[in-house]
């Protein structure tokens, strides 16, 4: 039985591995083998190696061996699940690393200089407040805000704001803090979905209590009529 269960998390991973480098998103087909042979206890070598630590993978430690980084070990157990986008998203929340660092320093630098905050993005009509909040970066939630971040704004195909987003990917440090910048917490998706729907459904408890301390009715039903608590089982 543990074979099979090891043979089943390396096909999921190696499903997720083919589907990022087809979509051009998260590792190369290089960098994820080599992020699962390192959870294996295979060093990279130094090109791969570095590598995953300009992504927050991994850390190069003094006698020039490497270490997986918590992101690298979320990255992994999402891989070995089968789920793609918890992947890429432990991917892009490389937050320690340099180049992460320097981004945030690009993002503060071009809201001073006064780029648009509530900019969308070209095939999608996500604000950059929803794709903050999608990935869990409070710092660049906070700061589009300051600089004038509608809250509310709504994306074209499933009508979601940026709190139903941050609720979906259980960021709750970001739900907190949309629910304090005024983010309706009572608006549904084209689905019928509301945020504290989303959070019930990721499980994630932290930004389901947010979102009932903002006053919500805990006995208000969705759409069809299920309670909160149907779904919380479901």
Same mark, same amino acid.
């Given at each position: ?52 630590? @300009?992504? *927050?993978?991994?850390? /190069? =430690?003094? +006698?020039?061996?490497? %270490?997986? &980084?918590? $992101?690298?070990? !979320?990255?992994?157990?999402?891989? @070995?699940? *089968?789920?793609?986008? /918890? =992947?890429? +998203?432990?991917?892009? %929340?490389? &937050?320690? $690393?340099?180049? !992460? ?11 001073? =200089? ?121």
């Amino acid at each position: 039985r543990a074979q099979a269960n090891a043979a089943k998390r390396q096909a999921n991973a190696d499903s997720v591995a083919k589907r990022m480098a087809e979509t051009d998103t998260g590792l190369s087909p290089s960098g994820s083998k080599a992020l699962l042979a390192f959870a294996e206890g295979t060093q990279p070598n130094a090109m791969l190696g570095d590598g995953l630590a @300009r992504m *927050g993978l991994a850390e /190069r =430690a003094q +006698d020039g061996s490497y %270490r997986m &980084t918590p $992101t690298g070990r !979320a990255a992994v157990a999402a891989m @070995r699940a *089968g789920d793609y986008q /918890r =992947a890429v +998203d432990a991917i892009s %929340r490389g &937050t320690d $690393t340099s180049s !992460a660092r320097q981004g945030r320093q690009a993002e503060q630098a071009l809201l001073k =200089a006064g780029a648009d905050a509530n900019t969308t993005r070209g095939d999608t009509g996500e604000t950059v407040l929803m794709i903050a909040s999608r990935s869990g970066h409070v710092d660049v939630v906070r700061a589009l805000l300051a600089s004038g971040a509608k809250v509310n704004m709504v994306e074209p195909l499933r009508q979601q704001t940026a709190l139903m987003w941050a609720a979906a990917e259980g960021h709750s440090a970001v739900v907190k803090t949309l629910v304090e910048a005024g983010a309706g917490t009572q608006a549904l998706s084209s689905t019928k979905i509301s945020p504290l729907m989303f959070a019930i459904r990721a499980g994630d408890i932290a930004s389901t209590q947010a979102l009932l301390d903002s006053g919500l009715n805990v006995n208000e039903p969705a759409a069809d009529g299920t309670s909160m608590l149907v779904l919380a089982i479901l």
